[in-house]
């Protein structure tokens, strides 16, 4: 009971203080950038040296509400680094491009920003347009720094690091915890054999619960074309006797699913990974439908005071609550603040020179942020962190 109460004067006072601590860093002329609704945030001086940031993801779209969560996330530190000094004393810019979840149109955001100037880029977002970056990005040898891109290939070049778990480490992850905790006899998969995400996660997940003796009783696909109806799927997974079902693919399919299970009186437990955050906010779902499901996630809005804290001020500003998306692209910013500094980087060095700075500095650092502690890199790009377990619980996401 001691706990309880402490947490929920812990949630008081946060939610009291967070517009001072978090979002009371002034306006420094956040702006609206093109018109696909886009937005920048300019640095506190006019005419000086500026660290320039470049973002790229969908603010358009079915998947913009990660792109937007990002997008504003950014903004604000963004806008908190130049209420508290900048970064080794100089202002940061932010411009944010709109991609549209497309691979083409990421690549046109890439040019855009280059040809705004940027020095880095948080992005892309999403898997597809993120690895059509890294290939603009490696040409440059421009500092790319992706806050939810899964996929391997997103890092596959050396100037190219992530925020967020790889595909396969998501896939591992969730066959181990399923495993470990009991979750199942026998597990059925859906996964979208179109995209890259769903493919990797559902690859590393059938390894490890081979190595597991988890038994998979059905795995059927989907592709982009076909992503309305899923009863054959659900029929199968049904009858081979599946207690649980294994979704590595994103909320919006996930929402077709439960509906289409409710509607056959299929009632098995449903697990995904990250692109499964968002599904309480599907416009006209009926989220009673998603109570008990669960999901790997690095980010639970009342995990501690930091997490509450920019809960309550991401809420403020924007009127909603921030998902994992949110989270990745806060850390974002403040990961290549903590890099620069540690490389004693300055604007004034070539995109080149700054990106070899950061790399040897991203490997040294040890951060600690929204989506886990002591966090650290490889050279390789990946993070090492450990992921958290979330279930939804009276309507809300809640650590297990």
Known sequence: ??????????????????????????????????????????????????????????????????????MNAARMAVDKINATGGVNGYPVELNFQDDGHDAEKSVHAYDTLKDWGAQMIVGAVTSTPCIAVAQKSREDNMFQLTPSGTAAE????????????????????????????????????????SDVYSNGIYEAFAKEAGARNLEIVSA??????????????????????????????????????????????????FFGCDGMDGILGVENFNTSLAEGLMFLSPFVTDANTDTMAFTAAYEEKFGETPNQFAADGYDAVFILKQALEAGDANPDMSVSD?????????TRIEFDGLTGTDITWA??????KLPIAVKIQNGVYTMM
């Open 1 to 70: 009971m001691m706990k309880k109460c402490s947490k929920l004067a812990n949630i008081a006072v946060v939610s009291a203080m967070a517009v001072s601590m978090w979002a009371g860093c002034g306006s420094s002329a956040a702006t609206e950038g093109t018109a696909a609704g886009t937005g920048g945030t300019e640095g506190a001086s006019a005419g000086g040296s500026v660290f320039r940031i470049g973002g790229i993801g969908p603010t358009t779209g079915g998947a913009a509400i990660y792109g937007i969560a990002v």
């Open 154 to 193: 997103c890092v596959q070049y050396d100037n190219a690091f992530r925020v967020c778990f790889a595909d396969p480490e998501q896939g591992t992850e969730a066959a181990q915890y399923i495993s470990e905790n009991s979750l199942a006899a026998k597990v059925a998969v859906l996964y979208d054999s």
């Open 220 to 269: 059927e696909a989907f592709t982009a074309d076909r992503k309305t109806d899923f009863s054959v799927q659900l029929q199968k997974a049904k009858n081979a006797g599946a207690d649980l079902v294994f979704l590595p693919i994103y909320y919006t399919e996930a929402s077709l699913i439960l509906i289409q299970a409710a509607a056959m009186d299929y009632t098995p437990a």
């Open 354 to 362: 700054l990106c070899e700075a950061i790399k040897g500095a991203i």
């Open 379 to 384: 050279a390789n790009g990946e993070p090492r």
